[in-house]
């Protein structure tokens, strides 16, 4: 499981987020989905596209985070801050990894919306994002 209690605090500000993304980025490319749900707040919502309705609640994003990652590995994850409000977060990110067991290469870019608390907890997580898959790893 990630330390998360390294980011908390900053609240919702550049250094904040920064952070906050580190973490994202760390319990990602581990596949620790306990590790990702620390990252929000207990009544958090997590929408990952803007057709579907988001997710509600930390055990909901545990879930979720779950699945999505078990199908991963060789995850590499980076991203760009574009803007920091006193309210939200904005980076374009983009992360890598193999299909299991298919080892199809797999490559997302996409933007995310992020609100942090003043503890640096997420309360809302919006994402836009675009993939392509590629033949098998050798």
């Known amino acids: 499981m990630v330390n998360t209690k390294l980011i908390l605090n900053y609240g919702m500000n550049h250094k904040g987020f920064k952070s906050w993304l580190e973490a994202y980025r760390a319990t990602w490319e581990t596949r620790d989905p306990h590790g990702a749900g620390e ?52 980076a374009r990110w983009w992360v890598s990894y193999a299909r299991i067991p298919s080892k199809k290469l797999v490559r997302l870019n996409g933007i995310f919306v992020v609100a942090l608390n003043e503890e640096t907890r997420c309360t809302e997580f919006r994402e836009w994002w675009h993939s392509e898959a590629t033949p098998k790893l050798h």
């Open 39 to 90: 990252l929000f707040t207990d009544d958090a919502t997590y929408q990952e596209t803007p057709f579907q309705e988001p997710i509600k609640g930390r055990s909901r994003i545990i879930e979720y985070w779950s699945d999505a990652t078990q199908s991963q590995e060789g995850i590499r994850f980076g991203y760009e801050i574009l803007a920091v409000t006193e309210n939200i977060g904005i």
